[in-house]
């Protein structure tokens, strides 16, 4: 069974860092690209970024472009989310998601990232 | 890039069915996959319709996923509403590789 376990989110001062992880099992990590998605309190769900399989291949929304960096260590198992320059704006709820080929994605349960001073 | 465009609510009453649309703004709808998630409150997302109308095991058939080319949209319909059916309800597809969201729609069964 696929499981996705997210984990490092906190609460972080304007401008500063937060590393997330993403623990993954249940099947073969390094043959899928992994995404990362956001939702601010009360409003919807927004892409940020993906990472291809090997990790050759990375992209980012505009919102995060230049200051999100995302990873993965496919001996681990594990993605990550690298923030730095942290806004008020970044504040929300932080998934990681499996796509889905002929099968539904899968996500895990979230971290949540407060940006406050 | 695109956008995909869902009304923000929709109500009905229990054992009626309900249509969420979503629509395209540009390019085909149909060019790329439409995936159909249920957020409950303080929950992650759900996937409750993939690859257009592919439903997960465990999903009811009272949900199913459809696209329409003339109208460039998909839409999830619920048919035999329950009480526990009453939550957000996004889209999502493909933008090459990035993932594209609708704003969602709330689900209000009364």
């Known amino acids: 069974e696929v499981h996705l376990l997210e984990s490092g989110g906190g609460l972080v001062q304007p401008g500063g860092s937060l590393r997330l992880s993403c623990a993954a099992s249940?099947?073969?990590?390094?043959?899928?690209?992994m995404y990362w998605v956001r939702q601010a309190p009360g409003k919807g769900l927004e892409w940020v970024s993906v990472?291809?399989?090997?990790?050759?291949?990375?992209y980012y929304a505009d919102s995060v472009k230049g200051r999100f960096t995302i990873s993965r260590d496919n001996s681990k198992n594990t993605l990550y989310l690298q923030m730095n320059s942290l806004r008020a704006e970044d504040t929300a709820v932080f998934y990681c998601?499996?796509?889905?080929?002929?099968?539904?994605?899968?996500w895990g349960q979230g971290t949540a990232v407060t940006v406050s001073s | 890039n695109f956008m995909l465009t869902q009304p923000h609510s929709v109500s009905e009453s229990p054992g009626k069915t309900v249509t969420i649309s979503c629509t395209r703004s540009?390019?085909?709808?149909?060019?790329?996959?439409v995936q159909w998630y249920q957020q409950r409150p303080g929950s992650a997302p759900t996937s409750v319709i993939y690859?257009?109308?592919?439903?997960p095991s465990g999903v009811p058939d009272r949900f199913s996923g459809s696209v329409d080319s003339s109208s460039n949209s998909a839409s999830l319909t619920i048919s035999g509403l329950k009480t526990e059916d009453e939550a957000d309800y996004y889209c999502?597809?493909?933008?090459?590789?990035?993932?594209?969201f609708g704003g969602g729609t709330k689900l209000t069964v009364l």
């Open positions: 998601a499996k796509p889905g080929v002929e099968a539904p994605p899968r």
């Open positions: 249940g099947f073969t990590f390094s043959s899928f690209a």
């Open positions: 990472i291809s399989g090997s990790g050759d291949s990375t």
């Open positions: 540009s390019g085909s709808i149909a060019s790329n996959y």
């Open positions: 690859e257009d109308n592919q439903r």
């Open positions: 999502q597809s493909y933008d090459s590789t990035n993932w594209v």
